[in-house]
């Protein structure tokens, strides 16, 4: 069992940068493969960004390619997202979620309750 919690979101200006921060449980976090996802109302849940177990490579959406930046840290249990040039069309529910390398939802196990990113104009 693994829980992940987020952190980090807020409101940002576009143009501008934030980093938002997934803590896991476990002993094992090093044994998962790590994605963000993002989801704004009454749109589904979209892929932003995966990363492997070693964090030697990553797979991003289109929409955010060059301007998001997945890492991780496996001796502090947490991934990042790091955010920038960001646009209102970037506003959404940020989630992380463990323990799959895919850019389809339902293939990961655990899941955080999410952090809100507004971006204003």
């Known amino acids: 069992q693994v829980q992940v919690v987020e952190s980090g979101g807020g409101l940002v200006q576009a143009g501008g940068s934030l980093r938002l921060s997934c803590a896991a449980s476990?002993?094992?976090?090093?044994?998962?493969?790590m994605g963000w996802f993002r989801q704004s109302p009454g749109k589904e849940r979209e892929f932003v960004g995966c990363i492997d177990r070693s964090g030697g490579s990553t797979d991003y959406a289109d929409s955010v390619k060059g301007r998001f930046t997945i890492s991780r840290d496996n001796a502090k249990n947490t991934v990042y997202l790091q955010m920038t040039n960001l646009k209102p069309e970037d506003t959404a529910v940020y989630y992380c979620?463990?323990?799959?390398?895919?850019?389809?939802?339902?293939?990961?196990?655990?899941w955080g309750q999410g952090t809100q990113v507004t971006v204003s104009s």
């Open positions: 476990g002993r094992t976090f090093s044994l998962y493969a």
């Open positions: 979620a463990a323990n799959g390398y895919s850019r389809q939802w339902r293939a990961y196990d655990y």
